[in-house]
């Protein structure tokens, strides 16, 4: 742990000790109670039967000793006062300090994993889910669907307007990317404009190809951006396992080569749907 920001905020003595002289004074301040007790016993009895002097200067000593003890009882409330406050002050140091230390590990645990731009998934992440998900995959028969998402022109919106407002229409697209998939699926920046999109329990390419095309119709549609209006347009390639791949590497190449010929079909053919799934190339 770091050392005190705080100068005035000392380590006290423990909780126990203050507790311990607490009730040695509770005990002093009992024994003065019965003392003074007798003293006005005595100086009762002497206002009724007119005691010797003497027996009656003894009392008043007693009585100046009690007052003396007192005042002792006063000064270590004082300071059991003195240290539990600062025991209090040190305890709710700790705990702010703890707070901003937990604070500051989901914070870093989160940049670990997490694109800084966007707040997806980053690549190491993804790599964990596609390794667990293909784990389930092969143990319980199950398909799964690899997209690889490339903005087309993308370049273009940051020459123009600005890397900021680049940055926005990606955070824009991370947004639309999740709303057009479910909560068990992984969406993942793998860096500059490109995503990868992690379906699973896929049964057929029908499935895959309905959400490339709900993807590329949210995608697709404007947005608003510093008071400009924006159109991003993507290009997505698709690998399904077990037929295109076997492994993480093999289904990510795969989806990037096919995404390759959806983006050249973007660009030649007025029709063109703006997906291609790997296993369809060339046919």
């Known amino acids: 742990m770091r050392s005190y920001e705080k100068a005035s905020i000392t380590p006290p003595k423990s909780l126990l000790d203050a507790l311990n002289?607490?009730?040695q004074v509770k005990h002093k301040v009992e024994e003065c109670a019965e003392k003074l007790s007798s003293v006005n016993a005595v100086l009762k009895e002497e206002v009724h039967e007119h005691l010797p002097p003497e027996r009656i200067e003894g009392a008043?000593?007693?009585?100046?000793?009690?007052e003396d003890k007192v005042q002792e009882c006063v000064n270590d409330l004082s300071s059991v006062n003195m240290m539990l406050t600062r025991e209090i002050a040190e305890r709710e140091?700790?705990?702010?300090?703890?707070?901003?230390?937990?604070?500051?590990e989901q914070k870093a645990r989160h940049l670990a994993f997490h694109d800084a731009v966007t707040g997806l998934p980053n690549r190491a992440l993804f790599n964990d889910r596609l390794a667990n998900a293909l784990a389930q995959a092969q143990r319980h028969q199950r398909g799964i669907a690899l997209f690889f998402i490339d903005l087309d022109d993308f370049k273009n919106i940051n020459d123009c307007y600005g890397h900021a407002i680049g940055d926005e229409v990606l955070r824009t697209v991370a947004d639309r990317l999740k709303t057009s998939t479910r909560t068990e699926d992984t969406v993942c920046r793998h860096g500059g404009d490109e995503?990868?999109?992690?379906?699973?329990?896929?049964?057929?390419e029908s499935y895959a190809a309905r959400i490339a095309e709900k993807i590329i119709g949210n995608i697709s549609r404007p947005c608003i951006i510093g008071g400009v209006q924006i159109s991003v347009r993507p290009s997505i390639g698709i690998s399904i396992y077990p037929a295109d791949g076997e492994t993480a590497e093999r289904l990510v190449n795969n989806a990037d080569v096919a995404m390759y010929v959806a983006k050249q079909n973007n660009k030649t053919r007025r029709d063109a749907k703006g997906y291609s799934f790997f296993t369809k190339i060339g046919k």
Request: glycine content about 4%; overall charge negative.
């Open 21 to 23: 002289q607490s009730e």
């Open 60 to 66: 008043w000593h007693q009585g100046e000793e009690i």
């Open 93 to 104: 140091y700790l705990e702010a300090e703890l707070y901003k230390s937990k604070a500051n």
């Open 195 to 204: 995503f990868l999109c992690l379906l699973l329990e896929v049964k057929d």
